[in-house]
């Protein structure tokens, strides 16, 4: 299996300024320290080798869309406005003999899970199915509503793609063209709902966003245990810091990267990626994170290894 990062950002998309590309410019040649390089491959080199990521790279800014490459069909987490890319990736698989099925699977309904609905290309396409999976009874009144006249100029009767919505139960086994899908209720605002999802070669990935994990709730922190148990990634809300979760924003319905890892540990899964990062942190602030939970994760280990990476807009993750 793939996976793939179309959007990483939580809340709302955001784009570096013009102050920050000059900043990271700046910073980079003073580093650079005079150092002359060949060609654009050598530069490109020294930039990906020896500055930081935050340096020389950026978590990105759009909102969350992850897309899982295993088997003929197209499987996707939400639909942020990371969704438009996919889009646009996507017709050009189709024009190369790719299935045109896309199978979503919704956390929920906020605008930043589904803002890049409007902008889906393939939504157009007569041949097209696309299929959006969602705990939620009210996730089409949800999509129909943000194409509303008031809000947008092309109204959801006007897509040409066949769309159904299908509402999946927590603690039933759903299987969708070979993947197999099971959902969690969550703890945010309106309900949201983890997923977790097993190809045929036996790859589990966690998706998790948006789901406020209480500390004190030892019971509710079991069942996700379970939930996450052995997966080969999981894909978690980590908003905050653990600093922020607990003084400012305890009950906004997000987590902290710390809880992620103690869940993950407790869970025996393979991978954490940390996810839905906050739109006012600067790349420098979600790269500290990263280390923190890192250090945190070596600190707290009590059995096997957890690695801890930091999903951003790009990236690849095959397992
Ligand atoms: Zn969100
Ligand atoms: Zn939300």
Known sequence: MLVR????????????????????????????????????????????????????ATYGGATPCVEL??????????????????????????????????????????WDHIMGFPFFAPAFDPQATIRIHAGHPDAEEAFRRQQEEISFPVPFE?????????????GQTH????????TILQNHSHGSYGYRLTDGDGRTVIYSTDSEHKLEQMAVEAAFIDFFREADLVICDTMYSLADSVSMKEDWGH?????????????????????????????????????????????????????????????????
Not at 18 to 33: D, F, G, M, P, Y
Request: aromatic share 10%.
């Open 175 to 182: 299987e969708v063209d070979g993947m197999r899908v099971e």
């Open 5 to 56: 990062f179309w959007g990483t950002r939580g809340s709302l998309p955001v784009a570096p300024t013009a102050e920050t590309v000059r900043r990271k410019i700046a910073n980079a040649l003073l580093s650079a320290n005079g150092r002359r390089f060949g060609d654009e491959a050598d530069a490109r080199r020294y930039v990906e080798q020896e500055l930081s990521f935050a340096a020389g």
């Open 158 to 170: 006007w897509l040409r793609a066949d769309i159904e919505f299908v509402q999946l139960t927590p």
């Open 255 to 319: 987590s902290s990267n710390l809880v992620a890892v103690d869940l993950c540990h407790q869970a025996q899964a393979k991978c954490l990626a940390l996810f839905h990062h906050e739109p006012t942190y600067q790349d420098e602030d979600i790269e500290r994170m990263h280390q923190e939970s890192i250090r945190y994760e070596e600190l707290t280990r009590d059995g096997p290894a957890l690695e801890v990476i930091c999903a951003y807009d790009g990236l690849e993750v095959r397992l």
């Open 69 to 110: 490459e295993s088997g003929a069909s197209y499987f996707i987490c939400d639909m942020g406005s990371g969704l438009r890319p996919f889009g646009i990736d996507s017709i050009k698989r189709n024009a190369a003999g790719h299935s045109k099925t896309y199978n979503f699977f919704q956390s929920h309904l906020h």
